[in-house]
């Protein structure tokens, strides 16, 4: 379950959002957010145009190969 946050700021003032409206970057995100929040609802819908977030293991067997979550990290943010 999430834990109940209280964002200092508004939503459509934080970095992610004021990069995507107001500076028009495509904003992505890959690894551990480290919030513990569903992002969208308190960022918004959107706020991401890409979005893995990947938390609580170091090493995974993956496509028959153990992996790093750093590796794994890496890949998605050079997917995105």
Excluded: C, Q
Aim: a negative charge; zero cysteines.
């Amino acid at each position: 379950k999430p834990v109940e946050m209280k964002l200092e700021v508004p939503a459509n003032e934080t970095l992610y959002s004021l990069m995507k409206k107001k500076a028009k970057y495509f904003v992505g995100h890959a690894g551990k957010l480290g919030l513990w929040i569903d992002h969208r609802e308190y960022l918004g819908e959107g706020t991401f145009d890409y979005f893995v977030d990947e938390d609580g293991w170091h090493w995974r067997e993956m496509g028959g190969k153990m992996v790093h979550i750093t590796d794994k990290n890496t890949g998605d943010a050079l997917r995105f």
